[in-house]
Structure formats: structure tokens, C-alpha cells
């Protein structure tokens, strides 16, 4: 895929396999996107994967691709709700905002103090605020019409505020209480929350990769291929 054109990163999940695959790629001078990553120790993981490739590849004499990696907040948010219905823990919508919100300005803050190459591409948000409130940051955002719908509404009615919001901070009560309720939002906060071999396993990664696979990959088995 990588050869179709300069401008194609090839996705490549969060899993322990991918990190190697992403290392790998990346001293090929290949752009890579890692998705699938609903934790900060997966971010981490990945943007370490790929300074290393990209040192690989510099004395290779290839020159380092482009790498963004996806923190798909909102289904972090998606799994999280999930978990909450199924125990009845009585959090809110707002708190599990609050929480994934949070954890991608606090991702955002760890690439920029350590330098990583790759960039944060924040993902599959699930609300206007999600967008409004990572304005400022150096990242690459994917965002889907329908949540671009939405910030256009939130702007005319005046709920988002047009500033840069990057380093404002996220209601702590509210994460504090999604923190002490769910400890499957402790892991994907700390940033040694999951070792590589248990992001795989990692509810929010297993869920977003079935979804992945009924509704993209399956669909994809009969994609003719140009030769």
C-alpha cells in the first residue's frame, strides 16, 4: 500500500505485534498511522517504536517518514460507557467526557516534553467540547462530518469557546471520580498502565477491533488490489 503514493500511512494496530511491525516500517522510511490505541501507555509504546525505526533509517541513509498516532479518545469513552452501564456505576456522560478528554491532553503533553517525531492524531471523538477544548495542540485530528456538524452548532449557540484551549484543565472531579470508579480507565491513563503483551487483551483495544473488523476489514476481503 505504502508504494500507491507518498501520502499513504499505513494503519497499523496498537498490539504488541504492531509495535514491532511499526519499528520495522518506519527504518523502511515507510509513514506509518498506529490506531487503535485507547491508552497512553500504547501512545507511548508506539511513539518509541517509531524513534527507533526512524534512527534505523537515518543510518540506513533513508530519510524518516511521516508517523501520526491514532488516540481514539472516543472509543475509549465508548468502552468505558460500556463498563459503567454494566456495573451500574452511576458516572455521566460529562464525567466519561471529562476522563477521555483528559487523557488525551495529558498524551498531547507527554509527546511534547519528550520531542517524539510522531505526532498525536486524537480520534473517533464523540463530541463538540472533544474538538474545542485540544485546539492549540500539535497534532493532526481526524474528524467525522457529523462531529464537524456539531462543532458548527456549538459554535453558534456559543457552548465552545474559539481559543486556544490545548492547556486548559479538565474538570479534575470529574476525572477524579471516573479514575476511582473505573480502574479500567486507571490503566489507560498512567502511562505505565498496560505492558505490550496486554494491549491486545485490553477491553477498549478488543472492542474497537471487532468493530474495526465487522464494519471496515471484513468489507475489504474483496477490494481488488491494483497490480
Given amino acids: ?11 497499523i494496530p496498537g498490539t504488541a505485534a504492531g509495535m514491532w511491525v511499526i519499528e520495522e516500517l518506519a527504518a523502511l522510511g515507510i509513514p506509518t498511522t498506529p490506531t487503535v490505541n485507547p491508552t497512553i501507555s500504547q501512545m507511548i509504546a508506539a511513539a518509541e517504536a517509531n524513534e527507533k525505526g526512524a534512527a534505523r533509517a537515518r543510518k540506513a ?84 462530518p457529523k462531529i464537524q456538524d456539531m462543532v458548527i452548532e456549538a459554535d453558534a449557540q456559543g457552548s465552545i469557546k474559539r481559543e486556544i484551549a490545548i492547556d486548559n484543565p479538565v474538570d479534575p472531579e470529574a476525572v477524579e471520580k471516573v479514575l476511582k470508579t473505573l480502574p479500567e480507565f486507571d490503566l489507560a491513563y498512567r502511562e505505565d498502565g498496560l505492558k505490550g503483551e496486554e494491549f491486545g487483551t485490553f477491553g477498549g483495544t478488543t472492542m474497537t477491533l471487532s468493530n474495526f473488523d465487522a464494519t471496515g476489514w471484513q468489507k475489504l476481503k474483496g477490494f481488488p488490489i491494483p497490480r
Fill in 1 to 11: 500500500f505504502a508504494s500507491w503514493a507518498e501520502n499513504i500511512m499505513v494503519k
Fill in 61 to 144: 541513509g533513508l530519510k524518516p517518514a511521516r508517523s501520526t498516532s491514532a488516540f481514539v479518545l472516543g472509543r475509549l469513552q465508548d468502552y468505558l460507557a460500556a463498563v459503567n452501564e454494566k456495573r451500574g456505576a452511576g458516572l455521566s456522560v460529562y464525567d466519561l467526557e471529562c476522563a477521555v478528554l483528559a487523557a488525551t491532553k495529558k498524551c498531547c503533553g507527554i509527546f511534547k516534553k519528550r520531542g517524539y517525531r510522531q505526532l498525536v492524531m486524537p480520534a473517533a471523538f464523540r463530541c463538540a467540547r472533544h474538538v474545542s477544548e485540544i485546539a492549540g495542540s500539535t497534532t493532526e485530528m481526524t474528524i467525522h
